[in-house]
C-alpha cells in the first residue's frame, strides 16, 4: 500500500461510504461535544421530526460560551444575570435531559470550555473523529486526531446519524524545524504560520505539524498550535501521536484501563504518517528564528514579531489589501510604522481555549510572581475549566494572581468572545492570549493584540506592551 | 428546502477582504435559540452607531440599495467561526446568494445547507460586479444554479463551481439528514465492525 498520511489513515478508518464521483463521503463521527450557543436549533430540528440522538454515549456537552466568568455568590452557585443567557442555559439543560445527553452544568467541578474538557478527560484520544459547533473544535487535533468546526445543520446530523457528509481535504505539511529559545512559545509558532499563509491559506486543508519543535512541546502547546488552525483558513490540525500524548491520555476518567490502554497504543504507534506520504502543500518555519510574536491588526494573519513595526498600507500593491491594511489601522488606532511595544493597554486577558490550560497559567504566573499589575491595567485570569482552576488553586496560582492585582475568574470563554458580560469598553486595548482580533471579538470597539501567555504576564505588570524576555532576563527561567 | 431556481436580484457591494462572521454577526446575537429573527442584526457593529442608529453611508443602509438581495463581498468571505447565524443572519436580511473571490470553507458550508448560494467569481468579473454597483444601485444579476452562470448586465455570462451533491440538493430540495438517515443500516454495519473507543459516560 502508498504511504498514508496521519490524516488520512484516520479518514479512511472512519469511512461509512467512500467518496465518489457524484456523492461526498459519510464519515463517521466518535465523538461529538455540544455547547449551549450552536445547538438549540439542531434540538429544535431534532424535535420537529421526532429523531433521538443516535449515540448519546458518544456525545458529551458543557456550557462555556455564554456563562459568565464572575465570582460565585454566597450560596456557591455563579449568578446568570443576562436573561437571554440564562433561557438559552436553561434551554440546554432542558435539551440534554431530554435526549440523555450527559451535560457538565455551571459551576460543576468539570464544566469548561468545551476544548479544555474534552482532553482533560480522556475522551479525546489520538485517530478519533471529534466535531463540535465551535471551529477551535481543530485544538483536538493536538492527539493526532481529525477534529474540526461544524454548523448547527451538521450538529443535527451528527446527533440524529453520527456520522457527517464530507468532501475529502488536501493535506498541507507545516514543518517548524529546531528549538524555541527561551521566551519563545507555542502561541509565538502558531502566530507566526498564520503570519506566513494568511488567513485563507490553510483553506481546503488539513494542516500536520511536524519537526523537532513540535516534538518536544508539551500537549498544551500542541493543542495551542492546533487550536488556531482555523485561524489559517484550515478546518483541521493534526499533530502525531508520541509518547508525550500516550503519558497524557493515561489514567484519565475516560481513558482505557490496564491492558486495554496497551492495546489502545500499540494501535496508535501506526497512526504517524508513513515515511514518504506525499502531502499537497508543504511550509515550513525555523522555531530559532522565531521571537515573540503578536498581531498589530484585525485578524490573525496580521501579526509580527513584537519587535516589528506596524506595516505601511502604502507599500501594498493589491489594491483591495491596502484597502483592508488601511481599515485594520483606523480600527486599531495605529499608525504606519509605530512600533508596539511600549503602548500602552487598558487590559490584559489570560484565557481562552487557546491558552487557559494549567501549563499557561504556570508560565504566566512565573513573570507576575511577586509583582504587581499595574496600575490602571486590568488582568482578568480565566481558566478554561473548573478543574484547571482547582488544580490552579492547590498550587498556589489563584493567590499569585491575586496578590499581584489580577482578577481570578470562574471558568469560560470569557472575553475571547464577548457574549458573556466579559468585554472591553470601546477604544480600549487589550494584550490576549486568546485565538481572534477581529474588529469587536472582544467587545464592540475593543481593539486586540494576540500574543502568548507570557507577553501577556509581561505586558499586564508593565502596563505597557513588553517583550517578555526582557523580563525573563531578570529572573531563573527554566 | 425548497428547491432553487433561476433568480435576478439587486446586487449591493461590500468590497472588503476576509468579513468575518464576528462582522455578519457579533457574537453577542447569539444567545437567541432560535434560527429566525436575526437579519435585523446583521453587519450590526458596521451598521449601526452605538445609540443604534443607522450610519448613513454604510452601503445595506442606503435608500437605493433596499430590496438587493445578492451580495458582492470581498475575497475570503465569511472566514472565522463555525456560527450558522451568519447565513441565517444574511439571509434574515434577505440575500440569496453571496458572490466573491474565495469563501472561507464552513462558511461555504453552512451558506449551502441553507440555500444561500456562495458564488466564486474570477477577480475581473468580481471588480467589475463592484463598479457596477457603485455606479448604478438597479445593477441586477442573474443566477442559474442549474447552468452554474451568473449573467452580467451586459449580458456576459460567468460560470461558477459548485460541488455536484450541493448543486443537487438546492436544485431538488433534497434533505441531506434524510438522505444520511436513510443509511442507517449501512451505519449500523459500521459500528459493528468498529469498536466503540469511547464513552462520555465515563468521564467524571
Keep these: 500500500m502508498a504511504p498514508q498520511t496521519l490524516f488520512e489513515k484516520v479518514w479512511n478508518n472512519h469511512l461509512v461510504r467512500p467518496q465518489t464521483d457524484d456523492l461526498p463521503a459519510v464519515l463517521y463521527i466518535d465523538l461529538h461535544l455540544v455547547h449551549e450557543v450552536t445547538s438549540p436549533q439542531a434540538f429544535t430540528q431534532m424535535r420537529e421530526r421526532g429523531l433521538k440522538v443516535r449515540r448519546p454515549d458518544q456525545t458529551l456537552a458543557t456550557m462555556d460560551h455564554s456563562t459568565p466568568t464572575t465570582p460565585r455568590g454566597l450560596d456557591g452557585l455563579i449568578p446568570v444575570t443576562d436573561s437571554m443567557a440564562r433561557a438559552q442555559l436553561d434551554v440546554m439543560r432542558k435539551n440534554c435531559a431530554d435526549f440523555g445527553i450527559k451535560l457538565f452544568d455551571l459551576g460543576t467541578r468539570n464544566q469548561g470550555i468545551v476544548h479544555v474538557i474534552g482532553p482533560e478527560q480522556g475522551i479525546t484520544q489520538p485517530g478519533m473523529t471529534i466535531v463540535c459547533g465551535d471551529s477551535h473544535t481543530s485544538t483536538h487535533g493536538a492527539f493526532g486526531a481529525l477534529a474540526f468546526g461544524i454548523g448547527t445543520s451538521e450538529v443535527a446530523m451528527v446527533m440524529a446519524t453520527q456520522c457527517l457528509l464530507q468532501n475529502k481535504p488536501k493535506t498541507m505539511a507545516v514543518k517548524v524545524n529546531g528549538d524555541l529559545h527561551a521566551g519563545v512559545t507555542a502561541k509565538d509558532i502558531i502566530l507566526g504560520i498564520i503570519a506566513k499563509i494568511g488567513v485563507g491559506g490553510g483553506t481546503g486543508y488539513v494542516l500536520e505539524y511536524m519537526g523537532q519543535a513540535i516534538r518536544g512541546m508539551s500537549m498544551e502547546g500542541r493543542m495551542t498550535i492546533c487550536n488556531m488552525s482555523i485561524e489559517g483558513g484550515a478546518r483541521a490540525g493534526m499533530i502525531a501521536p508520541d509518547e508525550t500524548t500516550f503519558q497524557w491520555v493515561n489514567g484519565r476518567p475516560a481513558a482505557p484501563k490496564g491492558a486495554d490502554f496497551d492495546a489502545a497504543v500499540a494501535e496508535w504507534r501506526r497512526l504517524p504518517s508513513d515515511e514518504g506520504a506525499e502531502f499537497d502543500a508543504e511550509v515550513t518555519l525555523e522555531a530559532h528564528e522565531l521571537v515573540p510574536m503578536i498581531t498589530y491588526g484585525t485578524n490573525p494573519g496580521m501579526g509580527m514579531p513584537i519587535t516589528g513595526y506596524v506595516p505601511d498600507p502604502d507599500r501594498i500593491r493589491d489594491v483591495s489589501e491596502k484597502l483592508a491594511m488601511d481599515k485594520a489601522l483606523t480600527y486599531m488606532g495605529l499608525q504606519p510604522n509605530e512600533q508596539l511595544l511600549g503602548k500602552q493597554v487598558d487590559v490584559v486577558f489570560l484565557g481562552s481555549c487557546t491558552n487557559s490550560r494549567i501549563g499557561d497559567l504556570r508560565e504566566a504566573a512565573k513573570i507576575i510572581r511577586g509583582r504587581k499589575v499595574a496600575e490602571g491595567v486590568r488582568m482578568m485570569v480565566v481558566p478554561g475549566s473548573q478543574q484547571v482552576k482547582a488544580q490552579a488553586e492547590a498550587e498556589g496560582l489563584d493567590k499569585v494572581f491575586k496578590e499581584a492585582g489580577a482578577e481570578w475568574r470562574e471558568a469560560g470563554c470569557s472575553m475571547c468572545i464577548a457574549m458573556n458580560g466579559d468585554q472591553l469598553s470601546p477604544g480600549q486595548y487589550a494584550v490576549s492570549t486568546s485565538n481572534r482580533n477581529f474588529e469587536g471579538r472582544q467587545g464592540k470597539g475593543g481593539r486586540t493584540f494576540l500574543a502568548s501567555p507570557l507577553t501577556a504576564a509581561a505586558t499586564a505588570i508593565t502596563g505597557r506592551v513588553t517583550d517578555p524576555r526582557t523580563i525573563i532576563g531578570e529572573r531563573e527561567f527554566a | ?204
Excluded at chain 2, 457574537?27 to 445609540?51: H, I, M, P, Q
Excluded at chain 2, 450610519?55 to 467561526?81: D, M, R, T, Y
Design chain 2, 1 to 204: 428546502m425548497e428547491p432553487i431556481k433561476t433568480f435576478s436580484g439587486k446586487v449591493v457591494a461590500l468590497p472588503i477582504n476576509d468579513i468575518d462572521t464576528d462582522q455578519i454577526i457579533p457574537a453577542r446575537y447569539l444567545k437567541v435559540t432560535d434560527k429566525n429573527g436575526l437579519g435585523a442584526a446583521c453587519f450590526s457593529d458596521w451598521r449601526y452607531e452605538s445609540d443604534g442608529s443607522p450610519k448613513p453611508e454604510f452601503p445595506l443602509n442606503k435608500p437605493e440599495h433596499q430590496g438587493a438581495e445578492v451580495l458582492i463581498g470581498g475575497h475570503n468571505f465569511g472566514c472565522g467561526s463555525s456560527r450558522e447565524h451568519a447565513p441565517w443572519a444574511l439571509m434574515g436580511a434577505g440575500f440569496k446568494a453571496v458572490i466573491s473571490t474565495y469563501f472561507a470553507d464552513i462558511f461555504k458550508n453552512n451558506a449551502l445547507k441553507n440555500g444561500l448560494l456562495p458564488v466564486v467569481v474570477d477577480k475581473d468579473t468580481h471588480e467589475q460586479l463592484i463598479s457596477l454597483a457603485q455606479e448604478d444601485p438597479n445593477t441586477q444579476v442573474t443566477v442559474n444554479l442549474a447552468e452554474q452562470t451568473v449573467t452580467l448586465p451586459d449580458g456576459r455570462e460567468v460560470t461558477f463551481p459548485i460541488d455536484g451533491f450541493s448543486k443537487h440538493c438546492l436544485l431538488n430540495g433534497v434533505d441531506q439528514l434524510g438522505y444520511v438517515m436513510g443509511l442507517d443500516d449501512v451505519i449500523s454495519a459500521y459500528e459493528s465492525t468498529h469498536a466503540k473507543r469511547i464513552s462520555t459516560l465515563q468521564t467524571s
